[in-house]
RNA sequence: GCGAAAGUGGCGGAACUGGUAGACGCACUGGAUUUAGGUUCCAGCGGGGUAACCCGUGCGGGUUCGAGUCCCGCCUUUCGCACCA
């Protein structure tokens, strides 16, 4: 054994042992693990090029989740794969001039590689890369499958539309409302493109998220449920009003959507959306309508933009009839009312909600309370108006409706409304179907062919894939797909004339939404086989909370939909998910004269503290001037901020990479990569390291642990390091791997203390195969070595399959305990009791303390043991 | 704007179910070893006070014998908002 902890020479060892075993291919009922399976998985990375210190964090998570399950007797399989189409290799092609698939390609080897000296348990066998024909044929299949049921359908979307560039922009793409590259107004554009009817599993993926999922964190789950956001409301007819029936030249009525119908004999103007057909109609007569309409579809379709951004309105001159008053009622074109949502059409109630009162208030509309508070705060809501009454409350002003509570008004409106034929209730969604067609070529080609003849018609399954040509350099001026007649020429289907493909792609959330499932069997000839039933549904996916929402619900979506098609038996993919935080990291900048900020690297840069370790300035190295601390960000080029691996490990070894990139903080929170701490977390392992080294021969030869004849002393150490053991056990189970590192150090710590004790051999033995093995999935390498130098893997087998140590009972009892005493909630004394003491003879000690009696001037009225804990005296 | 979280020493954080605030580590200070730097080891380290003690978990209220933890109202930061992944 090595006197001195050399990481690369130990990592080398360790790394060179599990290949030759293959330690971790994992397959189909094992039965070397009894226990059954266990999935774990991380969401895959896009492969930009570069790993950072931050997906190690991440990869290690996932890497001490499969080391601690394997360890507690589970076939544990945990893949790894590449979510390989997207945006940034059009922008890498446009800027390189090297086509995406070559640049993909290059990435995905360069990370898969810097993957390596980490020592991750990933079952290479099963990699899967997303813009592989083998995999992406069976989106494509699928999506013909769901053309089949009706699933997926043809409509038109509203896309941001760069007029100088000629192409469809990302919401990425456009900054401030300008492309990003040609810096032009962005319009909205309609054209046609494909939709998922996610809406048709509203409720059930509602339902589910509600009351199933308990092994998701209940953030996520309400996060998911609000954002296909339920809601009952009335669905409310206001017939047109001549006026309009003659511009629409029909007598049809506006529809709109109200959750407040009890407010409905408020509803003083009517606002649709600048897209919808009444706002066209009333255009096409009225030069400012049109030129509002035009207004309005300048600037982005962002959700975010349009929620925060000066409301704004415009008279159609047009009416429609209240449904119960029969009064005309003014529409407006608004800003604010989203075409894409229910009926792209409000009434607007201006006493009663917020939004509408604003609009109101702004366009001189007419204000009509209809409700009034139950208290009589709001009875009078007149004018001045200052501000809406959007509460529930009794309803007035409303005819024979006024006086009702909330409930009662709104039945009993539905059904006046239903009567006359002008209204129901209804349930409405926020959820949206979900739009996958996109305008790029860097994605799943959607099997779609054009026939002048036939019009739309679905590739044959027997003509699949339809293969992406992987040689084609976009510019930046749209898809080159449409230039490319190679992929463009075809011949329909249907009636055997030539045709023209479809060149639009598949939402990359479509290759996301299943990936997982082909881990189970990258090589099967079908989209999945059985296998997938082995190891599905997932048993602990990991991920970012950024995809709380759409990744995990289109996930979900999708595999209900192969659920119905037969394809798998369960409805759920994933049984437990863990949102993991991001990992962020200094950074530094001076400002030119300009305002221009250069940005320093952490190494180019010296912090300055004073005597008490606050620290006062940084400076720079090269010329001793201060630059400005900017604070804790994300990880970015940008900033020069990125942590890489490979220098670190170079320097002190994966261990301490992994140790560190867990020791930093709570797993589900961001937390700071800083060197310093991380050195700190490399002297921990070097002192193992000696630790072992010094004690080696006192193991090797130490006699069997009898706890009888241990001293008090030795007792206490063991009922230390037996509560360190189950506390690290507990953490373990709940992801907190930030305090199973503090519990090893505490282990450590404990031990250094022992090894005085020259009686200490027996414990030292059984503590350093306590402490290697907990230590293990966290810094696999340097356990792996110590555990067989210490001679541990004749006794108890290769680490990799050792069985998680388990709290000893005799060492967690104690024959004297510490309770803390109170006076009034306040800590005063603590007082040493035998352990068996009963709960009269622990308060008389209480009130013996010398410094509780100093506290306890007036009677005790109350006395409060907690047991095993302390003891309130109440005065 | 809407939805979801987070806020504890100089720093990262700990305190699982309301019960000892600051475990573990970093930084810093003093000392030992070393020619020196580094390493290693020992001790100290929330603020105030000679001390007894007092004050302290973003801010303001409340519940409780007892609140970092529960409730109400704010402030700040982060994530998501449907074409970044």
């Known amino acids: 054994m090595d006197e001195i902890y050399d990481p690369a020479a130990v990592e080398a060892v360790a790394q060179q042992h599990w290949r030759a075993l293959d330690a971790y291919r994992s397959k189909e009922n094992d039965p070397r693990f009894p226990k059954g399976k266990f999935y774990?998985?991380?969401?895959?990375?896009?492969?930009?090029?570069?790993?950072?210190?931050?997906?190690?964090?991440?990869?290690?998570?996932?890497?001490?989740?499969?080391?601690?399950?394997?360890?507690?007797?589970?076939?544990?399989?945990?893949?790894?794969?590449?979510d390989a189409f997207g945006l940034p290799a059009e922008n890498a092609a446009i800027d390189k001039k090297v086509a995406p698939a070559k640049w993909t390609r290059a990435n995905i080897a360069d990370m898969k590689a810097q993957f390596a000296p980490m020592g991750f348990a990933f079952d290479w066998s099963r990699e899967v890369a997303t813009c592989d024909p083998s995999y992406y044929r069976w989106n494509q299949w699928l999506f013909l499958q769901m053309l089949k049921s009706g699933v997926a359908y043809r409509k038109t979307q509203i896309v941001n539309w760069?007029?100088?560039?000629?192409?469809?922009?990302?919401?990425?793409?456009?900054?401030?409302?300008?492309?990003?590259?040609?810096?032009?107004?962005?319009e909205k554009r309609e054209i046609p493109g494909y939709y998922l009817a996610i809406t048709r599993y509203a409720e059930e993926l509602l339902e589910t998220v509600k009351t199933g999922l308990d092994g998701w964190p209940t953030q996520v789950r309400a996060m998911q449920e609000n954002w296909i956001g339920r809601s009952e409301g009335c669905e409310i007819s206001f017939p047109f009003a001549p006026d309009t029936r003659a511009v629409m030249e029909t007598d049809g009525a506006l529809k709109v959507f109200t959750t407040r119908a009890d407010t409905l004999f408020g509803a003083t103007f009517l606002?649709?959306?600048?897209?919808?057909?009444?706002?066209?109609?009333?255009?096409?007569?009225?030069?400012?309508?049109?030129?509002?309409?035009?207004?309005?579809?300048?600037?982005?379709?962002?959700?975010?933009?349009?929620?925060?951004?000066?409301?704004?309105?415009?008279?159609?001159?047009?009416?429609?009839?209240?449904?119960?008053?029969?009064q005309p009622v003014e529409i407006w074109a608004a800003n604010y009312v989203l075409m894409g949502y229910g009926e792209g059409a409000v009434m607007g109630v201006p006493?009663?909600?917020?939004?509408?009162?604003?609009?109101?208030?702004?366009?001189?509309?007419?204000?009509?309370?209809?409700?009034?508070?139950?208290?009589?705060?709001?009875?009078?809501?007149?004018?001045?108006?200052?501000?809406?009454?959007?509460?529930?409350?009794?309803?007035?002003?409303?005819?024979?409706?006024?006086?009702?509570?909330?409930?009662?008004?709104?039945?009993?409106?539905?059904?006046?409304?239903?009567?006359?034929?002008?209204?129901?209730?209804?349930?409405?969604?926020?959820?949206?179907?979900?739009?996958?067609?996109?305008?790029?070529?860097?994605?799943?080609?959607?099997?779609?062919?054009?026939?002048?003849?036939?019009?739309?018609?679905?590739?044959?399954?027997?003509?699949?894939?339809?293969?992406?040509?992987?040689?084609?350099?976009?510019?930046?001026?749209?898809?080159?797909?449409?230039?490319?007649?190679?992929?463009?020429?075809?011949?329909?289907?249907?009636?055997?004339?030539?045709?023209?493909?479809?060149?639009d792609t598949m939402d990359t959330f479509v290759d996301s939404s299943w990936y997982y499932m082909r881990y189970c069997c990258p090589d099967a000839s079908s989209m999945i086989d059985g296998r997938t039933d082995y190891w599905m549904p997932m048993d602990q996916y990991i991920g970012g909370i950024e995809h709380a929402v759409l990744h995990l619900l289109y996930a979900r979506f999708w595999t209900k939909v192969m659920r119905d098609l037969g394809l798998v038996k369960f409805s759920e993919p994933f049984k437990q998910l863990f949102t993991q935080g991001m990992l962020l990291a200094?950074?530094?900048?001076?400002?030119?004269?300009?305002?221009?900020?250069?940005?320093?690297?952490?190494?180019?840069?010296?912090?300055?503290?004073?005597?008490?370790?606050?620290?006062?300035?940084?400076?720079?190295k090269e010329d001793g001037k201060p630059v400005i601390y900017g604070g804790i960000e994300k990880m970015?080029?940008?900033?020069?901020?990125?942590?890489?691996?490979?220098?670190?490990?170079?320097?002190?070894?994966?261990?301490?990479?992994?140790?560190?990139?867990?020791?930093?903080?709570?797993?589900?929170?961001?937390a700071p990569w800083s060197d310093s701490s991380a050195e700190g977390v490399h002297r921990f392992l070097k002192k193992l390291w000696a630790f072992c080294y010094q004690n080696r021969e006192r193991i090797a030869t130490a006699p069997a642990l009898v706890v009888a004849s241990l001293d008090s002393g030795l007792k206490k150490i063991r009922h230390q390091l037996h509560s360190f053991l189950h506390q690290a056990l507990f953490d373990f189970q709940r992801i907190q791997y930030n305090t199973v590192v503090s519990a090893t150090m505490k282990m450590l710590n404990a031990l250094d203390t022992a090894a005085e004790n020259p009686a200490a051999a027996p414990l030292l033995r059984e503590g350093v195969s306590i402490l290697l093995r907990t230590l293990y999935p966290m810094t696999p390498h340097v356990a792996h070595v110590l555990w067989v130098e210490l001679g541990y893997a004749k006794e108890l087998g290769d680490l990799l399959d050792a069985p998680m140590p388990q709290p000893a009972a005799d060492a967690l009892q104690q024959d004297e305990l510490e309770l803390v005493v109170q006076v009034n909630g306040k800590l005063r004394g603590r007082v040493i009791v035998a352990a068996q003491a009963d709960e009269t003879a622990i308060k008389e000690a209480a009130l013996a303390d010398e410094h509780v009696r100093k506290f306890v001037d007036k009677p005790v009225r109350k006395v409060i043991y907690v047991k095993g804990k302390l003891v309130n005296i109440v005065v």
């Open 351 to 503: 006493a009663h909600d917020e939004r509408d009162f604003e609009f109101a208030h702004k366009n001189r509309l007419p204000i009509v309370q209809v409700v009034k508070s139950k208290t009589g705060a709001y009875d009078d809501v007149r004018e001045p108006w200052i501000a809406a009454y959007s509460d529930y409350g009794i309803t007035v002003n409303s005819g024979e409706f006024s006086g009702l509570e909330f409930q009662a008004a709104v039945d009993a409106i539905a059904v006046a409304l239903e009567k006359k034929g002008l209204g129901k209730k209804r349930i409405q969604y926020r959820l949206r179907d979900w739009g996958i067609s996109r305008q790029r070529y860097w994605g799943t080609p959607i099997p779609i062919i054009h026939c002048d003849a036939c019009g739309v018609v679905p590739v044959p399954e027997k003509d699949l894939p339809v293969v992406l040509p992987e040689d084609l350099v976009p510019d930046g001026s749209g898809n080159p797909l449409n230039k490319d007649e190679r992929f463009l020429a075809c011949t329909c289907p249907q009636c055997g004339k030539g045709a023209r493909r479809e060149t």
């Open 162 to 186: 760069d007029p100088i560039d000629n192409t469809v922009l990302a919401n990425e793409q456009v900054v401030d409302g300008k492309g990003w590259r040609s810096g032009a107004t962005v």
């Open 586 to 620: 200094h950074c530094y900048y001076r400002e030119d004269a300009n305002g221009k900020k250069r940005w320093f690297y952490p190494a180019e840069v010296e912090q300055q503290f004073d005597e008490r370790g606050t620290p006062i300035s940084a400076v720079a």
């Open 40 to 82: 774990v998985c991380s969401m895959l990375p896009y492969p930009s090029g570069k790993l950072h210190m931050g997906h190690m964090r991440n990869y290690t998570l996932n890497d001490v989740v499969y080391r601690f399950m394997r360890s507690s007797g589970y076939n544990v399989m945990t893949p790894m794969g590449w």
């Open 636 to 670: 970015s080029k940008s900033k020069n901020n990125v942590v890489e691996p490979g220098s670190f490990i170079e320097r002190f070894g994966a261990d301490t990479a992994r140790a560190f990139v867990m020791f930093a903080g709570p797993p589900d929170q961001s």
């Open 271 to 326: 606002a649709v959306a600048a897209e919808h057909p009444i706002a066209l109609a009333a255009g096409k007569r009225a030069p400012r309508v049109a030129a509002f309409i035009e207004e309005c579809a300048r600037g982005a379709v962002m959700e975010a933009e349009l929620a925060t951004q000066e409301k704004k309105g415009m008279a159609t001159g047009l009416h429609a009839l209240h449904p119960l008053t029969g």
